[in-house]
Structure formats: C-alpha cells, structure tokens
C-alpha cells in the first residue's frame, strides 16, 4: 500500500556538485543539486539555478560555467556554498579552494575536484521557481591520481558524494553492482571483479 502525497520534487538521489562561474571582474561558487545529462553526443548538462542567486546572473550574464565533482572530503565546502551568498563571502578564500585555469571557459576550476566540465551556455529554459540553463560540455579535465597504468579513469576510487532527501551520502562503501550488471555473463563479470579489486 502507498500513501498519496502532494506532487512535488521528491526525485532522489539527486547528484551534488559545486559550479564555478565568472562575469570577468570577479568569481564565485554555488552548490546545485538539480543537475544531470540530457544528451550523449554532444555531450549536454544542464542546471537549474534560482534568479535569486548570485551565481544565476554570472551564468546569465557570461554564458559559461564550471561543474565541480565533489568527494567526501569536500563535504564542509559543498555544503557551505550551498548556504552562504558570493554577494556577502568570497566563497574561495573562505573554504580555502583554489583554481585552476580552465581551457576554454573563463570561469576556474576547483583544483580540488577531481573531475571539471567546462561547460558552455546553449539554451536557458525559464521555469516560475528556476532558470535551465542547457549546456554543452566543451572539455573535461580528470585528476591524474585516478587514472591506471591502462589508461583508463577510475572514479570509483574518487570517494563521490550524492544528496538525498537533505542529507550528503558517500558512495564508496556499498556499491551494490555497475552498469550492464544483472545481464553480464559470469565470466565477463569475474573478469571485471579481477580488474576492481586490483584497481583499489
Ligand atoms: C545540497 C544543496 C543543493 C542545492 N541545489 C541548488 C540548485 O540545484 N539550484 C539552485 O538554484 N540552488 C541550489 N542550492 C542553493 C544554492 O547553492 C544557495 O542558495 C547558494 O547560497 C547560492 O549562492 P550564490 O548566491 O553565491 O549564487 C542548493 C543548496 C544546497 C545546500
């Protein structure tokens, strides 16, 4: 049996990520949970972001921004972003974040993430509570620890975060299967199994 409840954004878990952005005198960052992929080839994100925000008209006003994956040990920080205004704090210099230049867009990179989207504006869909703006992800810059001696990127070493229902979860301990899992042939499963626990 369910119980009815009344419609609303009850979608979880949702991914949480810190955006960077610039309007070319200064920067700031913003902690947005309503974020994800809508195309593959171009690759195409989007966030919904609030008109009240200081990070809204950065966006708005520079057609450009930056999405930060977040790791457990930036909790503090992603949090905090999410709760103070860049119009009362220099929300770097107060988290002690650095950047790193970007190759394309003008907004930096958190240095500390270990996985940067450089993001350009395409399209901005205004909703009553939200702006979408819709993006093309124009370069993706990953942290040279995480990948192995093949080649390939390993974020399952990188200890992501998620949001859920108010609550910052780590993603690490429990994972519970990947992609393509349930109809994997044991051998191919086994194989890959190998492959993991060597990785970590
Ligand atoms: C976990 C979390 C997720 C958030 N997700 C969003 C979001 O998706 N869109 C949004 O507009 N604000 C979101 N916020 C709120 C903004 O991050 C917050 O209002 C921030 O202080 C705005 O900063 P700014 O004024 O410097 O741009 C979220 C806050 C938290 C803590």
Redesign the pocket.
């Known amino acids: 049996m369910k119980k009815s409840m009344k419609p609303g954004t009850m979608l979880n878990p949702l991914p949480?990520v810190l955006v960077s952005c610039a309007d070319g005198t200064e920067d700031?960052?913003?902690?947005?949970?309503?974020?994800g992929i809508i195309n593959s080839n171009p690759p195409i994100t989007y966030?919904?972001?609030?008109k009240?925000?200081?990070?809204?008209k950065?966006i708005e006003n520079s057609g450009e921004f930056v999405i930060n994956l977040v790791t457990e040990d930036m909790v503090r920080e992603?949090?905090f972003?999410?709760?103070?205004?860049?119009?009362d704090v220099n929300?770097f210099q107060v988290c002690g974040l650095e950047r790193e230049k970007a190759d394309i867009v003008k907004a930096p990179m958190l240095a500390k993430s270990p996985l940067n989207l450089e993001c350009v504006v395409k399209e901005v869909k205004e909703f009553p509570s939200?702006d979408m703006f819709i993006a093309e992800i124009v370069a993706v810059h990953g942290e040279e620890g995480l990948f192995d001696e093949r080649g390939r990127f390993c974020l399952d070493r990188a200890n992501l975060i998620s949001?859920s229902h108010g609550e910052?979860f780590g993603l690490k301990r429990h994972p519970l299967g990947s992609f393509g899992y349930s109809i994997m042939k044991p051998k191919t499963r086994k194989r890959r199994n190998r492959e993991k626990m060597k990785r970590r």
């Open positions: 949480v700031n960052l913003i902690t947005i949970a309503w974020t966030v919904s972001v609030r009240s925000r200081k990070s809204h950065m992603t949090d972003c999410g709760v103070k205004s860049g119009r929300k939200h949001y910052y």
